[in-house]
């Protein structure tokens, strides 16, 4: 390689007529043979067995294994990259694959909206019915997600207060002390991404769930472009990785066949999801307020047609309805209110 980092993987292609791939041995090893360099061609076995993977990993494993021939059907090796993990120093093999998409009876007619919720974590809900994943299947996760980010700030101050001098002092020694006082906290953050990773991993696929279970073919999610100030002050807050969740759940609809469009959410927690008249008084800071005051989340009222519900429900509500942007623009007009 031209250029060669420590702590970079090493690609290997695998997906070309005649390169090494995955393959089977007679004691039931999965193994792959790979020459990684130029001449005199030193080679790198890697083997493992299949109790030593997960049950998801075996069963990726066995369907590219099946795929002999690299069929578009199947799943396909595409490339492998060999890394060493730096905590461990442990080398593992990465293999990088695709398959067909799935093609479910799904309607584009039928969307589901996902709101960032500030009393929960996520709010989910489908246009045309009341299904709703809210607080009742998120409480745990988000009591998962409070108990990281009060750790890690109680963790971070207490590796920094440590010593006798904070690394952030003009009068802290360089060298191997500072490099032996970070090592803690290089540990501490790895934890916090992998968990905070698995977390965003269990709510794309609860979304992804909850729509092919209802046969929705789009996915209708917050334009989070600009709303960093705003979204500092919702229960994800500023130190959760909400752009990550968000694209896992791309990437996932994707392999399910369902379509993602993001949508501008201005309006979308004023609008009523009921009659389609906006509260101008219910403001993000009114909700903040009420909920100091009320030691609980305020639900949403609409002045003109009564309708209440919860705050996050209803966003969701208007999240899912087709051309939303436009109705909220037709309705702003219509009660004069300058957007």
């Known amino acids: 390689m031209p250029t060669f980092?420590?702590?970079m993987a090493i690609p290997v292609r695998c997906d070309k007529p005649g390169q090494k791939r995955l393959e089977k041995t007679n004691d039931g090893q999965v193994e792959v043979d790979l020459m990684i360099c130029t001449h005199p061609y030193p080679r790198v076995v890697l083997a493992t067995q299949d109790k030593s993977l997960g049950k998801g990993a075996r069963t990726i494993l066995a369907h590219l294994l099946e795929n002999k021939d690299q069929s578009k059907n199947g799943y396909r090796q595409r490339y492998f990259e060999i890394k060493e993990d730096k905590l461990s120093h442990k080398w593992f093999l990465l293999v990088s694959y695709d398959f067909p998409a799935s093609t479910p009876s799904l309607s584009k007619e039928r969307i589901v909206g996902v709101d960032l919720g500030i009393s929960c974590p996520l709010y989910v809900a489908i246009n045309n019915g009341y299904a709703r994943l809210g607080w009742r299947q998120f409480h745990a996760l988000a009591a998962r997600i409070r108990a990281i980010q009060n750790q890690t700030i109680r963790r971070r101050r207490e590796i920094l207060r440590g010593g006798k001098t904070i690394i952030s002092d003009d009068r802290a020694r360089s060298g191997h002390g500072l490099k032996r006082k970070l090592l803690p906290i290089e540990k501490l953050q790895g934890r916090i991404d992998r968990a905070y990773t698995t977390i965003n991993h269990q709510?794309?696929?609860?979304?992804?769930?909850?729509?092919?279970?209802?046969?929705?073919?789009?996915?209708?999610?917050?334009?989070?472009?600009?709303?960093?100030?705003?979204?500092?002050?919702?229960?994800?807050?500023?130190?959760?990785?909400?752009?990550?969740?968000?694209?896992?759940?791309?990437?996932?609809?994707?392999?399910?066949?369902?379509?993602?469009?993001e949508v501008n959410p201005q309006y979308t927690s004023q609008r009523c999801s009921q009659c389609g008249y906006i509260n101008e008084?219910?403001?993000?800071?009114?909700?903040?307020?009420?909920?100091?005051?009320?030691?609980?989340?305020?639900?949403?009222?609409?002045?003109?047609?009564?309708?209440?519900?919860?705050?996050?429900?209803?966003?969701?509500?208007?999240?899912?309805?087709?051309?939303?942007?436009?109705?909220?623009?037709?309705?702003?007009?219509?009660?004069?209110?300058?957007?």
């Open 281 to 339: 008084q219910f403001t993000f800071n009114y909700r903040q307020e009420q909920r100091q005051k009320l030691g609980k989340p305020v639900p949403f009222t609409c002045p003109e047609c009564k309708y209440e519900a919860n705050a996050d429900y209803n966003a969701a509500r208007n999240l899912a309805t087709l051309d939303i942007e436009q109705l909220i623009m037709r309705q702003l007009d219509k009660q004069g209110i300058k957007n």
């Open 203 to 261: 709510f794309s696929s609860a979304v992804i769930k909850f729509a092919k279970d209802h046969g929705a073919g789009m996915i209708q999610i917050e334009d989070l472009d600009g709303l960093k100030e705003i979204l500092s002050g919702t229960f994800l807050g500023e130190r959760w990785r909400y752009s990550e969740l968000q694209q896992f759940i791309k990437y996932k609809a994707k392999e399910n066949g369902i379509e993602v469009k």
């Open 5 to 7: 980092r420590r702590d």
